[in-house]
DNA sequence: CCGGCATGCAGAAACGTACCTGTCAACTCC
DNA sequence: GGAGTTGACAGGTACGTTTCTGCATGCCGG
C-alpha cells in the first residue's frame, strides 16, 4: 500500500550530496537511535507511516490537501506510537505558547495577600476555566518573582491583578509587545491593553445609601492603609458621601494584609466615643471581625449596628446574624479579564484598548436590615456650627 | 576583523553544491533583516558585541572559560540591546522548561471543588512560593483539560491533588517519563513518583478520643458521598473507632461539591432521633452549618453539642463561640509536594519513590470543651437489645 | 498534443538556543 | 626548543516543529 518513495539514483547527484552536504544524511541514519529513548517524534511517524514530515503535520494539524484515507492513517500510526507533538518546537516555530500568565500581588514573600483571598480564589478559578475554553493554560506569576524566571517562561499575554502605580513588570512586558490585562483600573498611566474593574464608588455609594435608608446616623468605615486603587477609591468615595450628606467621617484604618490587625481595627472603631450604629468593612474578614467586637461591646446586630462587608464567602450567610455583603464578581471578572487577553493575542480586539466595568452585587441579609422601622427623630446628625 | 570563510571553488563542487545544497548560503544575509522587526537574539547580541554566538551564550550563562573582561562586555551590550533569551529555544535545547503543573480534581466544568477551597488556596500558595525559589513556575491544569491543552505545554514535572483509582492523566505522564507527585497517598497501584498525605486515619481517632474526653456519649460524622481517598479513609477510621468503642455509628453523607447540600445533612444529623451530642464534620463548611443548625435546634455549644470541623479557615476563631478545628497545614503539604517534585526533576531523589506523612494540627477552641465535667451518668448509649 | 490547473505529496529552510569539537595562539616544562 | 598544556574563542550541528516552495502526476479543454 503505502510504497517506498522511489529513489532517485543519478551517481553525481548522490556523491555530490555526500560531499557537500554531509549533514544532510545524518539526520535520517546516523545519529538516531531507532524510537529514541524517551519519545517518538514527527520524523518516527513518519517513517512508520511511509510518508513526508509535511504530510504527517498537515495530516495531525487538519492543513494541507490530502486525502481522508492518507490523513486518517497517519494519525493511526501517530497513535500507535504514541506520538506527542513537542510544545517546546512548536512554540518556537510558531511563536505561541498557550500559556497566559497570571500576576499575583505580592505582600512579603507570599504570593498574593491574604484580605484578597476569597476573590482572587475565585477570580482564578473563573481565569482558569475560560482560558482553557479557549485552549490556554495559566502560570502563575508572583509579581516579585525574580527575573529568571519570568524570562524563563514564554507567555503570550498575562493577566496583572492590581498593578501598582509605575509597576515596572507590566512596562517591561508591554515592551516586549505581550499583551497586558489588568484586573483593576490601573492607576497613572500604565499602558495595559485593556482591564477589568467594578465601578468601586458606585458600589460604596449604594451601600452607604441602602444602610441610611435603613436607619443609619452615623456610618463608619473600616478601611486599609495601603495605596491599592481598590482601598483608595472605596475610600475617596466614603468621604466624598459623608461631605455630601452632612456626616462626619467615622473610620479606622489597618494594614490590610495582616490577619490579626483587622479585629483590633473592629475593636478600636466600636470603642471611640462616637461609635458608628452602622460599618461598611471593605475587606473579607471584617464581617466576622465586627461581628466579634459587637458582641464584646453589648452591640446587638441589627438593633444596634448595621453591618455590611464586602466579601465572597459563603460563610456570611449563616452567621447569627447573617451578614449583608457586597459580592464584586469574581467569577464574572476572571472570565472577562481571560477573554480581552486572548482576543487581544488572538488579533481579535482590533488593537484598540478596552475598558470593562462589571456591576457589583450587594447580598442584603439581616444585618442591614430592621426590623422595626427606625423611631423618628433621634436627633438628626448635628454639624458643629 | 571578521574575515568571510574561504570559498572552496572547485567548479564541479559548486555546481554539485547550487543543485543539492543551495541552503547552505541563505543563513547568514539572505533571510535575516538587521535588528529583527520583535526581539534581538544571540545572534544579535555576538554581532553587536564582535564576538561569537557561542561566546555570549557561555558569557550569559556562566559557561565556558571567558575572561572576566569579555563576560561584563557581553552582558553589557546584551542589556543594551534589550536581550531575553527566548523560552522556547531554550527549553527546546535543554528539555528543561521549568515548568510544573498543578493539576486540580474537578467536578463538572469548574476547575477545583468548593469544599477543598481554603485547603487548595493555601496548599496552592505554599506551592508557588516554594516552586519560584527554585525556578520553578506553577501551570494550573485541571485534570479535566481537553488533551491538547495538556500536549500543548512544556512540563518538566506535575503535582496531583487527589488522584483517583486509576487516573488515566497520572498514567499517562509517567508513561512519558515526567515525574509526577500526588498530594494525598494515591489509591490503588498508581505509579506516582512520590506522594505527601497526612495521617487521616490517625486524625481522626484523635479527634474522637478528644471528643470523648470532653464528654461525648454519642460522636456524630458529617461525611461525604464521593470516594477520594481523604473521605474514605476518615469514615473508616470512624467506624473503626466506633465499633472498637462500641458505640453505634450516626453519620450523614452529602455530595461534598455542593455547597447547599452540606447546611442540608447537618440539618438531618441533628435532627435523627439517636442525635450525637457531638459531631465532627469533614468538609470546610461543616461548622458554620452545624452551628446554624444547632441554633433552629436549640442546642447550645458546647453545653449540648460539641463541635470540630476539618477547616483552614480562620473565621472559626471568631464564631460564637469559636469552632475547634483540625487543620491539613496544607502550607507544609503544599512545599513538601514541590520539593519533592523539584528533587525528581533534577534527580536528587536517586530515583526511589518517597513517602512523606505531614502530621495534622488540632485547634481546640469553645466548641469542644465543656466549661463544666459532664455529669455522672446521664445514662449510657443504650443499644436496642 | 499541449498548456494550464488541480491534487498529493516531498524537500528544506527557518525558529533561537546550547554545547561539542575544533583551532590558533601563548605559555610552561624538561 | 619542541612537546604538551591551557586560555580564548569560532564553527557548526541538533533540538522537533511548521510552512513555503517545488515537483510530479493526471486530467481537461482547445
Not at 497517519?74 to 510558531?94: F, I, K, M, Q
Not at 515596572?168 to 516586549?176: H, I, K, T
Not at 466576622?288 to 456570611?316: H, I, K, N, Q
Request: proline share 7%.
Amino acid at each position: 500500500m503505502w510504497a517506498p518513495a522511489r529513489a532517485p539514483a543519478e551517481p553525481y547527484y548522490r556523491l555530490a550530496m555526500t560531499a557537500a552536504g554531509k549533514h544532510q544524511v545524518s539526520r535520517s541514519e546516523t545519529t538516531r537511535r531507532g524510537t529514541r529513548q524517551g519519545r517518538a517524534g514527527i520524523r518516527d511517524v513518519a517513517a512508520a507511516a511511509g510518508v513526508s514530515i509535511t504530510t504527517v503535520s498537515d495530516a495531525l494539524n487538519g492543513k494541507g490537501r490530502l486525502p481522508d484515507a492518507t490523513r486518517r492513517h497517519v494519525r493511526e500510526v501517530a497513535d500507535r506510537l504514541g506520538y506527542r507533538p513537542s510544545a517546546a518546537a512548536r512554540t518556537l516555530r510558531t511563536g505561541k505558547s498557550g500559556l497566559i500568565g497570571l500576576t499575583v500581588t505580592t505582600y512579603g514573600d507570599e504570593p498574593f495577600t491574604f484580605t484578597e483571598f476569597a476573590y482572587f480564589a475565585e477570580m482564578a478559578r473563573a481565569a482558569t476555566s475560560a482560558a482553557l475554553a479557549r485552549g490556554y493554560a495559566l502560570v502563575i506569576l508572583p509579581a516579585t518573582s525574580r527575573h529568571d524566571v519570568w524570562s524563563n517562561v514564554a507567555l503570550d499575554g498575562t493577566v496583572v491583578i492590581d498593578p501598582s502605580d509605575h509597576d515596572p513588570v507590566v512596562s517591561e512586558l508591554v515592551r516586549q509587545g505581550i499583551p497586558v490585562v489588568s484586573d483593576g483600573r490601573p492607576a497613572g498611566t500604565l499602558p495595559v491593553t485593556a482591564w477589568v474593574d467594578n465601578d468601586h464608588e458606585q458600589a460604596v455609594l449604594g451601600i452607604l445609601d441602602h444602610l441610611a435608608a435603613a436607619g443609619a446616623r452615623r456610618i463608619g468605615l473600616l478601611t486599609g492603609t495601603s495605596t491599592d486603587t481598590y482601598t483608595r477609591l472605596s475610600t475617596h468615595a466614603y468621604l466624598h458621601w459623608c461631605e455630601r450628606s452632612g456626616q462626619d467621617p467615622v473610620y479606622e484604618e489597618y494594614p490590610a494584609h495582616d490577619p490579626c490587625a483587622g479585629a483590633v481595627a473592629a475593636d478600636r472603631l466600636l470603642a471611640r466615643p462616637d461609635r458608628p450604629d452602622a460599618v461598611y468593612g471593605l475587606f473579607d474578614p471584617n464581617g466576622t471581625d465586627l461581628l466579634a467586637a459587637a458582641r464584646r461591646y453589648g452591640l446587638r446586630v441589627p438593633d444596634d449596628l448595621l453591618l455590611v462587608c464586602c466579601s465572597e464567602s459563603t460563610v456570611y450567610a449563616t452567621t447569627e446574624p447573617p451578614i449583608t455583603t457586597l459580592s464584586l464578581k469574581p467569577r464574572r471578572i476572571g472570565t472577562a479579564v481571560v477573554q480581552l487577553l486572548i482576543d487581544a493575542i488572538e488579533g481579535l480586539d482590533h488593537g484598540r484598548p478596552v475598558e470593562q466595568v462589571i456591576s457589583t452585587e450587594l447580598i442584603i441579609r439581616t444585618s442591614s436590615v430592621r426590623a422595626v422601622p427606625p423611631r423618628t427623630a433621634v436627633g438628626a446628625p448635628r454639624r458643629p456650627e
